[in-house]
């Protein structure tokens, strides 16, 4: 076994604190690195709360990792020691249903092995990126360019994909007019993207003094939902709304907002069920779609996008030690962008 050391959570009411575990030695096609940044997801609290489903503690969280390669299995082709590296969400999925072999292992439908929190192949859990090492196979980790900044390349991995896939499923680019719902870690990355697709993005916010950054993200226009007379002006007005907010709010308002054949994709997670009259989505053939992650293959293509456009995410970096009190601010909105641990105050 390959000895680590991370933070983790003991039980759903503990804080994060030292741990040291094991991961499974390097076998012929795994890859193994060191890690030097991962991001801080606000699905990290979710799972260790429990707010979702029932977890496997203790916990490791983290699912926004890069670092560099330090060990190949002999079998390994992709991956040389010394390589940058990459992994997100997931670290294995069935590789024979549809979904996987139409490089949608995200939808894997005998379900996707995420990084953190779930069983692997061998029954043992696995365990996330706030640790100083990772081993996984070598079709689940990704190539990264040594064009962009390291930390800000970290958030990429799950804020970054998880807007990137919806808003290339459908399409959206010029001639769209594109509403980005909660200006967070997913809502920053989506104005970013929307804008260089070619979109008109507007940000839509309840906090007007979030005005100032959403234009300087890029976006063309602003508006305080909780405004009446600014929410009118784009009622009926946008052909995709994509919401990222994790908090509960009212669907039924933000389905107006749409256009006939207007979609408002879900990628934020409430821990609430949604509440929806039937009629706010009938009257005007809306629709409410979700997307999750990304494949491999889609997750692969976006860095490679970002890398060719110099596209990162904002961050703020933090020692692993203040990872609780980053919580607590992530709580309060009280970060810009995305919080990204630098591994070597582990």
Known sequence: MTKAKGYAAITPASELAPWNFERREVGPHDVQFDINYCGVCHSDLHQIRNDWFPGIFPMVPGHEIVGHVVRVGNAVTRFKVGDLAAVGCLVDSCRTCDNCKDGLEQYCTRGPVGTYNARGKDGLPTYGGYSNTIVTHEDFVLHVSDKLSLPAVAPLLCAGITTYSPLRH???????????????????????????????VTVLSTSPAKERDARALGAHNFVVTTEAAQARTVKGYFDFIIDTVSAPHDFKFYMSLLRTNGTLILVGLPSTPIELPP???VNARRSLAGSSIGGIKETQEMLDYCAANNIVSDIEIIDIKNINEAYARMLKGDVRYRFVIDMKSL
């Open 170 to 200: 459908w399409k959206v680019g010029k001639g769209h007019k594109l509403a980005v719902l909660g200006l967070g870690g997913l809502g920053h990355m989506a104005v970013k993207f929307g804008v260089a697709f070619g979109a008109e």
């Open 279 to 281: 009629f706010s989505v």
